[in-house]
């Protein structure tokens, strides 16, 4: 009989859930805490009992590439309620890229990944680009100060994923609604889905030729249209929930007067997604069986998380900028995409908007944490575009 795994992870020392506002330069008061703390640190989740988060950046490989830690929310702890702990339907409710696990995953990421490989996400960087320019050199026309938290980096990303999948340009102010309401009420949640099996729909159907209807002929008979319409709805709602903060933050860094980024725009962004990752945490893991993680043990439906955050700004953090878009069999598939639009957004706005300054100083930005496994945003970004 073997025996007893020794040790259990030490106590948080921080709610790393808190709600909270802070000034942009202001590091997360409970990333340090948690990596003193250990390499895995237990907390209480926001849906009751407890959850293991994994502070150090080997440990956390390990995690994304782990047999018995899974996706599928049909493993959560029994006693969460699905909306307060933020989860998906499960895999077999609804199968999708961030609930499958194993063979099934495999098979649909096969039909995702042509669709956002390296050759085709570099032939999109001029119209993304163009696309970039013509939001920005628009709102620069009409003068004055702009906040470009609330008029450019929400709209941006959605108008090159509704200009890529295949919906209608003059719906984009639907989906920037439907985002929006995914952050309501279960009325408002519910109203948001809608809209967005209407997006989809549009896209699979009056002819037109985008990544929708690519995805539907690879799939072909693989899965009824409803599938297909949540599939095109997580593309559409993680390409702005991850891509929108980023995008204010190159903004704002890019527009520090009191410190130079990076020349290359390639660089820059890296350097952005690396101080602010688009996602604070991991999206939920958990252990289908018992699991050992640096002897520390796991009963079976434990909740997993990476703090993606804290092992990208680190002391050895240089270990984490492919950690921001994950690692393994569920790395983000528009990552490149992703990084893409940042370098666009550098590349227009030091050509052609020189004279773009902050309308306040650097040091009065502020950052909110929604809380939960969310990320932070800037609650506002005040510009002068035209200097």
Known sequence: MSAPLPHTAPQAPVDPFAPGERGIAEPHPARAALRAAGPIVQAEAPAGGPVWIVTD???????FRHPHI????????????????????????????????????????????????ADRTAAWEERITELAREMLTGLAAAGGTVDLAADFTTRF?????????GVPRDRVDEAIAACRGMHGGPAEVAAAMDAFTGLAAAALHGGRRGLAAELRDTLQDSGAEADLHYLLFTLIFAGQLTTDPALGYLLAH?????RAAPADPDEAAAEVLNRHSPAPFSLWRF???????????????????????GI??????R??????FGAGAHYCTGARLARI?????????????????????????????FGGIQGSRLTALPVRLRG
């Open 57 to 63: 950046g080997a440990l956390a490989r390990q995690v």
């Open 70 to 117: 899974v996706k599928d929310p049909a493993r959560a702890p029994a006693h969460w309620d699905p909306r307060t702990a933020g989860l998906e339907p499960t895999a077999a409710e609804q199968p999708s890229l961030t609930t499958l696990d194993g063979p099934p995953h495999t098979r649909l990421r096969r039909a995702h990944t042509p669709l956002f490989g």
């Open 157 to 165: 990303p959605l108008t090159v994923l509704c200009d890529l999948i």
């Open 254 to 258: 890019l527009l520090d007067e009191d």
């Open 287 to 309: 252990t289908d069986r018992e699991v050992e993680l640096a002897g520390v043990r796991l009963p079976e439906r434990s909740p997993v998380l990476v703090d993606i955050q």
């Open 312 to 317: 990208n700004t680190g002391p050895d953090g």
């Open 319 to 324: 270990i984490g900028p492919d950690l921001v």
């Open 341 to 369: 639009e940042l370098i666009a957004l550098a590349r227009v706005l030091r050509a052609d908007l020189p004279g773009a300054r902050l309308a306040v100083p650097f040091a009065e930005l502020r950052q909110t944490d």
